[in-house]
């Protein structure tokens, strides 16, 4: 966020009390800054500010994510405890499963949601 909007959103914000639910990169004269600015009320953070509320209140986003990469999870398992009853259906002309790639590719996508989400904690 360009600091012009960053001063524009802090007078607009007025100095209330935020809970910084979001972050962007702070911007100066084309060229990041390296710290962050909360999207709601405009205050500047250095990287290990913004790290530390993290650390304090569960990210918003952070917990979507985690509840979205649990759901691919029970997806995942109900489909491959159908597996048997769906390979029928799923073999391609050539002889390979498109189900067996398309679940190895979905378990993949599980695997790193998971590393990213460890990183942040």
């Known amino acids: ?37 909360c999207t709601q009320c405009g205050e500047s953070f250095t990287k290990r500010q913004r790290d530390q509320l993290n650390r304090k209140g569960a990210n918003p986003k952070l917990v979507q994510l985690a509840e979205r990469n649990q759901m691919l999870k029970e997806r995942i398992d109900i489909l491959a405890s159908r597996k048997d009853k769906l390979d029928a259906l799923a073999n391609a002309a050539n002889g390979h499963s498109e189900l067996d790639a398309t679940l190895l590719e979905q378990l993949c996508l599980i695997k790193l949601m998971d590393e990213l989400i460890k990183s942040t904690d």
């Open 1 to 37: 966020m360009e600091y012009e909007e960053v001063k524009a959103l802090r007078e607009r914000w007025g100095g209330k009390p935020c809970d910084h639910p979001d972050f962007t990169d702070e911007i100066l004269f084309g060229s990041k800054t390296g710290d962050f600015v």
